[in-house]
Every structure is written in C-alpha cells, then in structure tokens.
C-alpha cells in the first residue's frame, strides 16, 4: 500500500530538483496564506459576490490584467533561469530537460497567458466605455471567457509541480509532441491547457465583435469610432477566423495521442508537416492579433498627448483592416526552409513584405498626429515615444526575414529570436504597458506615481536593447535557438553575458512597477476629475473608476473625438448642440443589467477537472467533469432570472456621489 | 571589377556598422563570412536588403526625433500647433507611396534570388557532384557516401570547389542541416529525401549544427564539416574504407537508439540504407504514401516504387538519387502553381 502511493507520487509530482521544490514549497506556503487571509478577513463571501461571479466588464477586465501580471512573473521567471543558463559555454545550471522544458513555458505562458489576457483586459475595461455601452453584448460569456482562460491556464501552469512540464517546444512541432517523442503528461497538460483557455478566446472574439457592431452609443457612427476600438474590431475579427483552426489542430494532436489516431504522425500515413502549417495558420495571425490592439492604443495616446487629432483616420483604418486580411496569408514564412518550392517562398515572401506597408503607413501617421502638436510625456507617451524607434527597427528585421532566400540563413537562429522579441516586447509589451499607464486611473480612481513608472520605463528601455541588441549579432554568428549549452570556441560568451545583463535590468524593471503599484496604493491619490489625462473619448466623460452601469444617460455621439469637441464648446461658451442636450437633458430611466453568475466559474472548473482527467486518463475524473459541464449547461438554459433593472433613485444617488466627489 | 569593388564596399560598411554594435572580431559572424557561393548570394542579398530597408528606416528614425524635440510642449515655443489638421491627401499619398515603391523592389529581387537560390538547383560547375546522404537522428547526424560507399556520423569532409548534393532525410524528428559558411538551412523531414546543393570555395573546417530543435539533446548535434583538397579527401576515403569497421543493419540500429554518439567512421554502409530510412514508415503495400502532400512526397513515391519492384535494384545508390531528386526538383517547380 505504502509503495504505492509512493509509486504514484513519484510519478504524479515533480521531484528531484532543488529549484522545483523550492517552487513547490513556495506556491504551497502562498496558497495556504491566501486561504488563511481570506478567513481571517471573512473575505470570502465577498471574493465570490462581488468578483468570482462578477459579469461586470471592468471587473473581468481587472481580474484578468491581475492573472495576466502573474503570467508575466512566471514567464519573465522563465526568461531569467534560460538566461542564467547561456551566460557561460556549457554551464550546468540547466539540465537539457528541464532547459527544454523551460522555453517551452517561456513562449506559451507569453503569448497565450501573459499577452492574451493583458488584452483582453483592456478590452473588457475600455471598449464598453469608449462606445458608449453599459456592457459588452454577451455579459454572461464574457465571465464563462475570462474563467475558461483562467482555468485553462492553471491546468497548464499546474504541469511545473504535477506530472512535468511539456518540452517539445511552444508550437509543439509533431513527432516530438506525439506519444513517440513525448510519452510524459506534459503534453498533455499544454493540448488541454491551451485547448480551454482557447475557446475563451474564440467566444471573447465574437463577445466584442457584437459588441462593437451593436451597442455604439446613438449616433456613433463606424467612421467615428475611437481607434482603440477599430484595432479591437480588426483584432477579434481575427481571432473569429483564426482561433477555430487552433482548436481543431489540437484536437486533431489530442486524437493522435490519446486515440491512437494518425494524423499528425511518423506512420500510418501521418504527415507532421501538416501540423506545422495548421499551426501556423492560426500562429501567424495570432501574432497580428496581439499588435493590432497595441496599434489602437498607441493611436489614442498620441492624439491625447499631443493634443491634437489622430492625423490619417481613415488611412489607420484601412490599415488596420488590410493587416488582419493579409496575416492569413503569410504563414509559410515559418517554414521556408521546409523546401516547398521556390513559387511557394516567393507568394510568402511577397505577402510577408506587403504587410510591412500598412505598418509603415501608421507609423507616418503618428509622427504626423505628433506634428504641429503639443507634446507632454508622462509615462503613458513616454512608452508610445519608445515604441516608435523600437518598432520601426524590429519591422525592418522582419522584413529581412521575409526575404526567402536570406532566411535560410536567419532561420531558427538568434537573429530570428531577436526579431520576434523587438516587436514582441517593442510592439506588444510596450504597447500595453502604455494602455495600462493610461486607463489606470480609469480602472481604479487613483493615479500611479509617476515617478516610479519612470524608473520602470528606464530599466525596461535600456534592458531590452541591452537583452536583445547583441542576439541579433549572435545570430549572425550562427548561434541556433534552444540550445542549453555551447561551445567555448564558437566566442558566442560575451555577447551572452551582455544579453543576460539586459534580461536582468528588464527583471529589475518589473520589480519597480510592483513598487510603484504598491506605494501608489499606500499613498492613494484619487482622481477626482474622472477625465485624468484631458481625454478625447467618452470614457474621460464618467467618473472613476466608472460606476456600475457607465453612463446613466446613453451619450448622444456626433463626431470623432465626441468628449473632446464637447469641451471644445464648453471652452468657446457656445451652446450644446440640440440632439446632444436633448440627450443630456432626459429623464433618467431604470436601467437594465445582467445579474451576477457562478455558473460560468463551475462550468469552467469542471473544464478543468474534466481536463485533468484526460491528461491523467482518469476515466472516473473526466465523467465528472463533463458532467459538470453539462449541469452547467442545463443550469443555464434554466435560469430565467438573468437580469435585473437598477431603479431611478439608486442611479441618482450614485450619480450625486460621484459628483460629489468631483 | 566595378560590381566587385561595390560589393567589397557594401560589405565593409554592413560589417562596420555589426561591429560597432557588437565589438568582436569579424571572423566570428560566420554567417556574414561565407566560404562557397550559395552563403555568398546569400550574404549579397542580406546586405541589399538591409541598405534598401535603411533607406526609409533611417530617415524615419531622424524625424521621430526631431518631431518629438520640435514639437514638445515648453512655455514660450516658435513651432506651430494646429490642434485640427488631420488630414492631408497629398503627405498620405506619399507614405503610401514610399513603402509601395521599397517593398515592390525588394519582392522583385526577393523573386528573382529565389528561383536563383532554390536548394535543389543544381550548381554550375565542370566537376561531377559528389552526393552525401544526411540523416538526422536522435541525436546525432549520419552521413553516408553511396559513391565511396562510406559512412561518418557527426562529422563530414569533402573536396573543395566541388558541388556537393546533399540529400536530407530525418529517422524521426524534424532537423534542419545548416552549415553557415557554405549557405542557408534546409529541413530534414523523415518520409522525404529533401536536395540541398552547397559547395566549399576555399579549404578550411567549417561549424555544422542542426538548427531545428528535436528533443533532449537537441545542442548536442553539431559537427565540423571539412573541405580539403581532392587529393587530401581521397586519401581520407582510402583510409575510412580500410581501417574503419562497416556499418552494418544492427550498427545502424544501435545508433538509431536516442542518445548522443562521438565522431564515428564506417567503411561501408548497407546497400540502399538511406532509402530504407526514408520508406521506413511506408506500410508495405499500401497507400499510405499517397497520402502525402506537397512536392517532396512524390519523389519518396517513387523511391517506395523503386524499393518494392527491385527494378531498379542493378542501378547504382547514386542513379537512384539522382532520378529521385530531379523528380524532386520538378515537383518543387510545381507546387505553387
């Protein structure tokens, strides 16, 4: 009996490394201090009404910047061991495995739960407001994505302390990710894990796709929309197409090794290489799918601070909508040294270079939002100013890349891993950290200091040129990507000293915007105005953070800029325009919103357990999941108490207690 | 003698400005110092690319900073500020413009260096070329000679200024075989004879990897490859075939096992082994080839034929290469069509 169970947790924990075990001392210590916080505080109650249940935009969208920093800790953690590891020739700080193991989290838990969520985060905190609406259109599934990503992520991360990590790469090229090459559990954890955080992305897509098209508020027409929310558009209609082609790939993988089945392998008339496109074909446009909300929020800031409006509106646009049309189209430029031919690697090549013409056009249309403006730079500029230099030099790598015969020799090199981290981390990172700097006061009522940002804006800068700048020379030198150790003779050591510096510095930087998170909290300065930065859009036009419902009255929406041109009028003293007063001047009505639900975090949970079951093969573990899933399901589809009015006089009363506070 | 000083140029200053970046010396950027024609159009076209890139790359980056510095919001400022001008036709026109024209120029170069570069072209040359079968494995790479009928695992020589025709394969995962000093990669695919022409201009040892991650021991596939005089490489033959053991069925089965293997040398080789490692998944008598796609399937369509009727069994490893690559290179110039 005693040999069993010791069997079995041998096989079922992760053992035999000191630095794991100290993860798993320490992930147990913070659960238990978590649990003990929230008793001693009586706080539970109030973690499960007002959060875990919550189908409030702004409050999902919090949840998930919080899961999304935690993400960022982990995979920034991730970034330092690998670092750590390549800063001497044949270092044995990381075991093959276990350095494998680690690149592979590395890249999944930064561009499906570190980057994924910051964006759904904005989203779900901006775009309601900035159009005008209460809510997104599908409240409920808005929770049901939020959880399933959440879930979906623990299932994964779970992997580091249970049953091992998966180590076949962040794509999971097959035949290293089937059965032949991956026998452990790992796998398994990264197809479910993906596999359910993904359809939360999938339903997400479509959430805000509605949501944009149907709950504008009166009179907003398409054409005046904030930018922000045309890259959300362009975005989830991206993620509409591409995301289905991910679930199918790796239900296919998951057919494959569970099943028996042979799809994606060596024998039986399996064809890896199918997988490798499929892939791709979401993987490509995935990468569109996280720059194009960073392109919406450099947009907004600029203007913003700049004082001036978005020069080229329509040009953006076209832009953003001619990037998410042609990222379908580009994904063989991943593989053209798999030999396709050279008719294949001339259509990729030239499909890959015209997207870098929308880009560059947007970027002439910032420069040209900054002429003959008025710049200030407090943190949020500061990032949109970095992003600019760090983007334009990023695109032209990738351009390079493009160029089909040269990439045989950029290939898998870390000329290659360069590139992606420049418009990554230049593009992305950069581009959220902006919007999160300048919806903060929004989300929470109270400023960040901005001293502080500024030293985390410094150590991110000079860190990742510092990080990155000499991977592109190490590629050239012929250093190959995932590899753990090296040889002395190839002189690829100093160069890996430098980046593992820079890697630090960025390290060093996160440590100072959790400093300034912490101390701006202790020292809350609450903004009052609720339009803290002399905002353009509507969202500066309600308190914050923004009550419950957003806007007591629907805003009646005549031009670009609508919150801005109303202040515009305000300053001139000229009269309001009539349909704008009218609006304005209404009596309030009740208003309609959907009630709080636990149904989408059970249903998730039971995704989750259902999702153990299969990676263990525990039958009895899957049917209670599922069935879980099903009595959520039913549950649903029986509950007719879904929504609810908030009268007048509470409307009122907050209304007076937010103005109050002006 | 013009196009050559431009060249000469070009390089000096792409190099200049790595260097300044990077402070070490240049022989290190083996990728930027290539030893055989392919990794030298290949470098040319690096370089084209990146001056045509920097042509809007650098102006771009002066204006950022001079918009930034110009138009900075401080008491007392000379420059103008229009808070409404959001639009104008003609400035749009032109960044639409520019790009159009930069990236229509670098497609047109892109093509055209493309069918130029393609792996399995052969290369112009008036000596024979000298077939190499390269298999990666788990994890270690086997060579095999089917003209000297020799074979060498993590380690492969070959005379200089002769085109070699290496022809890839994998036993299990994807690779992918890069010698930067010769050219660019190419995938080694199990189920597939992939073709990849190189050739070596000068004699010297030049760093081999595979650069595509295959599990475990992934860094432990790299290798020297070295090109020597012809006389050097066949006295090297002659010593391989008569003090090196044979690579035999069950060698090469032990070597299959994953695992990371020294530099071995083989006097022979089993007769049609690189055919076997790449029909090895092939179910005898059916159909599971055709079920493959993309122009390298049907190559190894072929090959299983050959395999199966023995028709060919009197023609030498090297026919059959070669009639299996060259049905590789015309499918290749079919697939996009």
């Known amino acids: ?662 | 003698m013009m196009r050559r000083k431009i060249r000469t140029l070009a390089t000096g200053l792409f190099l200049a400005m790595v260097l300044l970046i990077s402070g070490c010396s240049s022989e290190q950027y083996i990728v930027l110092d290539p030893k055989g024609p392919i990794g030298e159009s290949q470098k040319d076209l690096i370089i084209i690319s990146t001056l045509l890139c920097a042509v809007i790359i650098v102006p771009v980056l002066i204006l950022t900073a001079i918009i930034v510095w110009r138009y900075r919001d401080r008491p007392g400022r000379k420059a103008a500020y229009a808070p409404e001008w959001e639009h104008s036709t003609k400035l749009e026109v032109t960044w639409w413009a520019i790009p159009i024209v930069i990236i229509v120029t670098l497609a047109i170069i892109t093509g055209i260096y493309t069918y130029k570069l393609e792996p399995s072209k052969p290369l112009a040359s008036e000596k024979e070329p000298i077939t190499i079968q390269v298999t990666s494995m788990d994890w270690k790479w086997l060579f095999k000679y089917p003209g000297e009928n020799i074979a060498t695992v993590n380690y492969v020589k070959f005379p200089e200024d002769t085109p070699i025709r290496f022809q890839l394969t994998s036993d299990t995962a994807m690779n992918s075989f890069w010698i930067p000093q010769l050219g660019g990669q190419l995938y080694s695919m199990s189920g597939m004879a992939m073709t990849l022409y190189l050739q070596a201009d000068e004699q010297g040892s030049y760093y081999g990897s595979g650069a595509n991650f295959n599990g475990m021991d992934f860094a432990q596939m790299t290798f020297d490859a070295d090109a020597v005089s012809q006389e050097e490489y066949d006295a090297w033959v002659q010593e391989v075939k008569s003090s090196s053991p044979a690579l035999t069925m069950e060698g090469y089965e032990a070597l299959a096992k994953p695992g990371r293997s020294d530099v071995q040398l083989f006097s022979s080789f089993p007769e049609g082994l690189f055919e076997h490692i790449v029909t090895q998944y092939v179910e005898e008598g059916s159909s599971g080839a055709h079920s493959h796609h993309g122009a390298q399937a049907e190559s190894d369509e072929e090959e299983a034929d050959e395999e199966a009727h023995h028709d060919h069994s009197e023609a030498s490893a090297d026919t059959q290469a070669t009639d299996a690559s060259e049905a590789n290179h015309d499918h290749a110039g079919h697939a996009g069509h």
């Not at chain 1, 870390?414 to 230049?426: E, T």
């Not at chain 1, 998170?517 to 903004?527: G, N, P, Q, R, Y």
Request: one cysteine or more.
């Open chain 1, 1 to 662: 009996m005693w040999d069993k169970i010791k069997d079995f947790s041998s096989e079922f924990f992760v053992t035999g490394d000191p630095l794991i075990l100290g993860a798993q001392v320490s992930i147990g210590l913070t659960l238990v201090a978590i649990v003990f916080t929230l008793t001693y505080f009586k706080k539970w109650r109030w973690l499960w009404t007002e959060w875990l249940t919550s189908v409030d935009h702004k409050k999902i969208g919090i949840m998930y910047i919080i899961a999304s920093i935690l993400m960022l800790f982990r995979g920034g953690v991730d970034a330092l061991l690998m670092r750590v590891q390549l800063a001497a020739p044949e270092l044995e700080f990381l075991h093959a495995d276990h350095y494998n193991a680690i690149f592979t989290t590395h890249g999944v838990i930064m561009i499906l739960f570190m980057a994924m969520p910051l964006m759904f985060g904005l989203f779900n905190i901006v775009v309601p407001l900035q159009i005008g609406a209460r809510d997104v259109a599908f409240p409920f599934l808005n929770s049901l994505s939020f959880w399933m990503f959440f879930f979906g992520a623990m299932l994964f991360n779970v992997s580091f302390i249970i049953g091992g990590s998966p180590d076949a790469g962040w794509l999971a090229y097959p035949p290293l990710s089937e059965l032949s090459g991956s026998p452990g559990v790992g796998q398994d954890f990264y197809i479910w894990g993906i596999q359910i955080s993904g359809i939360g992305s999938l339903a997400t897509g479509i959430n805000f796709v509605v949501t944009i098209l149907k709950m504008r508020a009166p009179g907003m027409k398409l054409m005046q929309m904030p930018m922000f929310s045309w890259s959300v558009l362009s975005s989830c209609v991206t993620i509409m197409f591409a995301f289905p082609i991910l679930t199918v790939t790796l239900f296919l993988l998951f057919l494959d090794r569970y099943l028996g089945a042979h799809f994606f392998t060596l024998d039986g008339g399996g064809n890896p290489m199918m997988y490798i496109n499929l892939i791709w074909m979401w993987g490509h446009p995935e990468v569109y799918i996280v720059i194009l909300p960073a392109f919406g929020i450099f947009s907004e800031i600029v203007a913003t601070f700049s004082k001036k409006k978005l020069f080229g509106y329509k040009s953006m646009v076209f832009a953003l909508m001619s990037i998410s049309f042609f990222s379908f189209f580009t994904w063989a430029h991943h593989f053209f040294t798999m030999g396709s031919g050279a008719n294949v690697n001339a259509f990729f090549a030239i499909t890959t270079m015209i997207i870098a013409i929308p880009t560059g056009v947007k970027v002439f249309n910032w420069l040209f939002t900054m002429y003959r403006g008025k710049l200030s730079f407090p943190t949020p500029m500061l990032w949109t100013i970095a992003f600019i230099p760090c983007f334009v030099v990023g695109g032209m790598t990738g351009v390079l890349l493009s160029v089909a015969p040269a990439d045989f020799q950029f290939h898998n090199s870390y000329f290659l891993i360069a590139h992606f981290h420049q418009v990554l981390i230049g593009g992305v990172v950069f581009g959220y950290f902006a919007g999160l700097y300048y919806w903060w006061p929004k989300m929470f009522g109270f400023r960040l200091h901005e001293g502080l940002g500024k030293w985390a804006f410094w150590f991110w800068n000079i860190g990742f040129y510092v990080c990155f700048m000499p991977q592109y020379a190490l590629g050239l030198m012929g250093m190959t990507r995932r590899f753990n150790e090296y040889d002395f003779d190839m002189g690829w050591q100093p160069l890996n000293v430098v980046s593992t510096v820079g890697a630090f510095l960025m390290g060093l930087a996160f440590i100072f915007q959790v400093w300034q998170i912490a101390h701006s909290i202790k020292f809350f300065k609450k903004e009052t105005s609720g339009d803290a930065w002399d905002g353009r859009t509507l969202e500066w036009s309600i308190p914050s953070p923004a009550p419950m419902y957003n806007f007591a009255r629907l805003p009646q929406v005549t031009s670009q800029d609508d919150w801005w041109e109303k202040k515009q009028r305000r300053l001139r003293g000229e009269a309001e325009l009539p349909e704008v007063a009218a609006a304005e001047q209404a009596p309030l009505e009740p208003i309609h919103m959907p009630r709080n639900s636990g149904i989408p975090f059970i249903m998730s949970f039971s995704w989750f357990v259902a999702g153990f079951g299969f990676v263990w093969d525990w039958k009895w573990m899957i049917v209670v999941g599922l069935a879980g899933v099903i009595i959520s399901m039913l549950a649903r589809s029986f509950s007719y108490n879904t929504d609810y009015y908030i009268p007048v006089d509470e409307v009122e009363r907050t209304e007076a207690a937010a103005r109050g506070a002006h």
